[in-house]
């Protein structure tokens, strides 16, 4: 399932290379394609709410269906398209896919916490707090409906500029998760200062759970950093009852992984499993009539 499409096709086309990757610059023009030629799609997989199973939420990730090559995964896109501008597009095309879903979600009445990733490059791009205002005005999408995940990585390449940038994204009211956390980067001086919501621990801790070399410790030294900064502590990547359980009895607010839920289309993610129905609230002056 990891293939890059048929090897045959590729072949043929004289795409194989000595690591079985495609040349970037191919991927590049092929990208630019799909971007117009709506090949590119958002998959939603559940985000569980370890205390009481309910559904809360979904991460957005983005799917590339070529039309001869099949499936391509984000491992071999997205890395080439943050090493040229393409991201910019795209990052803005899946947040806009995501405003326009969570505000249909919202009009079927359930209110779905849904992450986006942001890549570095487009969290630094000027007018980025910009675009995330227009993409939630223009869609109706609630605010505090979205979270934007960002690793640790982009946060800690420059620290001042993330800060501040982080708190205009506030000020709009969306809440930030520092992604992948725990791989290297935490500077734990630094971390206080980011004003963000939530920590993602890193699947690999997650897969640590029952292996050889123990990452427990880890895992419950991140939980606990988590509750006392206040901030909401997720897990990627649970496979296993184990792990699953492990998490739970270590109160992990909230786990994700193909344990519960790989990532699937809009058409297919289980609506009725959320707990959070949108409660009737006092009308807002610019909303009344659209929820
Ligand atoms: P990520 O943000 O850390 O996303 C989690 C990845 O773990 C996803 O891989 C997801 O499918 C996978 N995953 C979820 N549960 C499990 C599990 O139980 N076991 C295992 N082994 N894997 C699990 P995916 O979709 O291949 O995405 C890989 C990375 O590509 C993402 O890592 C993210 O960094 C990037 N990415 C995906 N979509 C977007 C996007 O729209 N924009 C940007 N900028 N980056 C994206
Ligand atoms: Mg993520
Ligand atoms: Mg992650
Ligand atoms: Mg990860």
New binding site residues.
């Given amino acids: 399932a990891k293939r890059l499409g048929s090897n045959q096709v590729r072949r043929d086309r004289g795409l194989m290379e000595k690591d079985d990757g495609l040349p970037p610059l191919l991927v590049e023009t092929m990208l630019r394609q799909a971007l117009q030629n709506g090949e590119l799609e958002i998959h939603y997989?559940p985000k569980i709410h370890t205390r009481s199973m309910q559904v809360v939420g979904a991460?957005?990730?983005?799917r590339w269906t070529h039309p001869e090559l099949g499936h391509i995964?984000?491992?071999a896109f997205?890395p080439v398209a943050e090493s040229s501008d393409l991201?910019l597009p795209?990052?803005a095309y899946?947040l806009r896919k995501v405003c326009e879903q969570g505000a249909s979600w919202m009009k079927q009445g359930y209110r779905v916490r849904i992450s986006?990733?942001?890549?570095s490059r487009?969290f630094m791009q000027d007018g980025f707090p910009q675009l995330v205002q227009t993409c939630l005005a223009e869609t109706g999408m609630d605010p505090q409906l979205i979270e934007l995940?960002i690793t640790e990585r982009t946060a800690m390449c420059d620290v001042d500029r993330a800060v501040h940038v982080l708190q205009e994204l506030r000020k709009i009211g969306v809440r930030i998760a520092l992604?992948?956390f725990g791989v290297g980067y935490s500077s734990l001086n630094y971390l206080i200062q980011f004003p963000v919501h939530t920590l993602k621990i890193d699947?690999t801790f997650t897969a640590g759970i029952q292996s050889a070399v123990n990452q427990t410790p880890i895992i419950g030294a991140i939980i606990s950093l988590a509750k006392s900064l206040n901030l909401s502590v997720v897990a990627?990547?649970?496979?296993t009852f184990q792990q699953f359980d492990f998490l739970r009895e270590n109160r992990c607010d909230e786990i994700?992984?193909?344990?519960f839920g790989?990532?699937v289309p809009p058409s297919s993610f289980q609506l009725s499993a959320f707990v959070a129905k949108l409660q009737p609230r006092a009308p807002q002056p610019d909303r009344v009539g659209e929820i």
């Fill in positions: 997989q991460e957005a990730l983005c995964p984000p491992q997205i991201i795209i990052d899946v986006v990733n942001v890549s487009q995940e992604d992948d699947r990627e990547g649970v496979e994700q992984g193909f344990l790989a990532p």
